[in-house]
Each structure stands twice: as structure tokens, then as C-alpha cells.
């Protein structure tokens, strides 16, 4: 029987890796590097950098990843049709491992957070492909903003809401107290109503480009952007996560 290791390289920091995950590299006989696509090319070389530190020596086999079509104009659908079109890449690469031979997936941050690793995992199993699948955990860039700036993720008690910078758009969410944002590639947090909110905002965090920036919302947000759009005309991406605080 083949097997699939999914293990989370926490967020571009090596040391974001568990001793587990470490372990599961350094076990592997293949590691599938994606190259193209929606992928950057600094996100594959931190790849080749967690594998060249640890002192891995699997079979590296680079694919490029399908990208998303963005002529289909419904959301769900644009994104199963893409899950799809990968799922039959991975069993098509699952296929040619030998038999009782483990192959690695390096996911960003943890496999279990806005990452759709698994799901399309269990679409290749749909599809026959036929593996033993372990899942090692890493660091989520939800950990690495708090521990950037020394907070809890949560205040006494209260629920936590993690959402994306397209949900963010329509309004801050009712009832909430802690609002994660993820993937805002459209600076959400620029047009809410910013009374009573505080932010706790990161670019690259963990990484040496890493920027950080916090305070009320309104006295901020163009601090922010500013930064943002410097930082991404600097090295042609940017990723950013932020924690978003009713202070009343
Ligand atoms: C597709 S999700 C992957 C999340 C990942 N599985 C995790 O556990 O953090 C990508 C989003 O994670 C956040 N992110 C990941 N790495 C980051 C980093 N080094 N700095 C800031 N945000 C990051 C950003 O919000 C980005 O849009």
C-alpha cells in the first residue's frame, strides 16, 4: 500500500515544523513540489529550504499546479471544477510511486486551516486512487500573528470567528468579539465601519520579511495599506492575516 504524509510547514519559518512533521520528511521516498500555478515561486523555494535543512532526500517530483477558471462565474462551482482538475493530478502522481512507497505533501501552515489538501485527498480516493493517508500538524498563521504579538487568540470565555476577506466584505460579523481575517486580498478591514475596533495586523509573519502593525482600526488602516502595497510591489506577493478586537 502506498502512503501520503500532508505536513504542515507552518508559515515560510522552518521552525514552524513539529518534530513529527520533521520526522514524516525525513521518511519520505517522494516529495510532490508544486511549481506553477497559483503557487509562487518563493513558496516553492521555502519548500526546497525546509527539505534541504532537515536533511531530507526524497525523490523531489514538481508539478504545476491546475489553475482556477476564472470564466466560471459561480464560486462553489469555479472551485469544485479546480479541486477536481488537481485531484486527478495527485492520483495520477499517487499511481506512479511503488507499491508500499510514501510520498509527502508540504502544506502551508496546517493542513486542517483554509487549505483544501484533504478534501481533494478524499476526491482521489473517490476516484480509486487507493493510500493510506497521515495528516502531521504545523503552526497556522493564526499562531504565528498571536505569538508575533504576544496576545491571546481569544478574550475570557468568548467564541473566536475566523473568516476570509470576501465574507469580511459583506460586514463585520454580528455578535463577535475576536474576527480572524485570512486571504484579503481585497483589504477588507479598509472599508468597515471602524468605530470600537482595534486590529493586530501581519505580513510574512514568521518569515524575514515579516511587518507588524497594530492600533485602533481607524487611526491604522491607511498605515496598513500603505505597508501592504509597498511590501507587495517590493517582492511581488504578499500574504497577511489579521485579528480584529471590539474594544467596547
Ligand atoms: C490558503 S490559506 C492557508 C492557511 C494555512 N493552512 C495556515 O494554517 O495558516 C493562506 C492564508 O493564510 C495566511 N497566511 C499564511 N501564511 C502567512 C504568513 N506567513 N503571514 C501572514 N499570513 C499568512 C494569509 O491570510 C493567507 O491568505
Keep these: 500500500m502506498r502512503t501520503i504524509f500532508v505536513i504542515g510547514i507552518g508559515t515560510g519559518n522552518p ?4 518534530a513529527d512533521g520533521i520526522a514524516a520528511l525525513c521518511n519520505a521516498d517522494v516529495v510532490f513540489v508544486p511549481t506553477k500555478g497559483e503557487e509562487k515561486a518563493r513558496l516553492a523555494a521555502v519548500r526546497r529550504q525546509i527539505i534541504a535543512r532537515y536533511g531530507a532526500k526524497p525523490r523531489l517530483v514538481e508539478f504545476a499546479l491546475p489553475v482556477r477558471d476564472e470564466t ?5 462551482e469555479r ?3 479546480w ?3 488537481i485531484a486527478g493530478q495527485y492520483r495520477h ?4 510511486m511503488g507499491e508500499g512507497e510514501t510520498g509527502a505533501l508540504l502544506v502551508w501552515g496546517d493542513p486542517g486551516l483554509y487549505d483544501s489538501t484533504l478534501r481533494i485527498l478524499e476526491r482521489v480516493a473517490a476516484m480509486g486512487g487507493r493510500f493510506t493517508l497521515r495528516v502531521l500538524p504545523g503552526i497556522t498563521a493564526i499562531q504565528a500573528l498571536t505569538a508575533a504579538f504576544a496576545i491571546p487568540l481569544n478574550t475570557v470565555g468568548n467564541p473566536v470567528h475566523i473568516t476570509t476577506g470576501r465574507l469580511l466584505s459583506r460586514g463585520f460579523p454580528e455578535g463577535a468579539d475576536s474576527v480572524v481575517v485570512m486571504l484579503d486580498g481585497r483589504k477588507a478591514y479598509a472599508a468597515l ?3 470600537d475596533l482595534y486590529i493586530y495586523w501581519a505580513a510574512y ?7 507588524l502593525i497594530e492600533g485602533p482600526l481607524a487611526e491604522t488602516r491607511d498605515a496598513i495599506t500603505a505597508a501592504r502595497d509597498a511590501a507587495r510591489a517590493r517582492h511581488g506577493w504578499v500574504m497577511d492575516i489579521y485579528l480584529l478586537r471590539k474594544t467596547v
Design 15 to 18: 521552525g514552524h515544523m513539529t
Design 72 to 76: 466560471v462565474t459561480d464560486y462553489a
Design 93 to 96: 502522481m499517487i499511481a506512479a
Design 193 to 195: 465601519d471602524a468605530k
Design 205 to 211: 509573519v514568521g518569515m524575514d520579511e515579516e511587518i
Design 79 to 81: 472551485v469544485s471544477d
Design 83 to 85: 479541486h477536481e482538475a
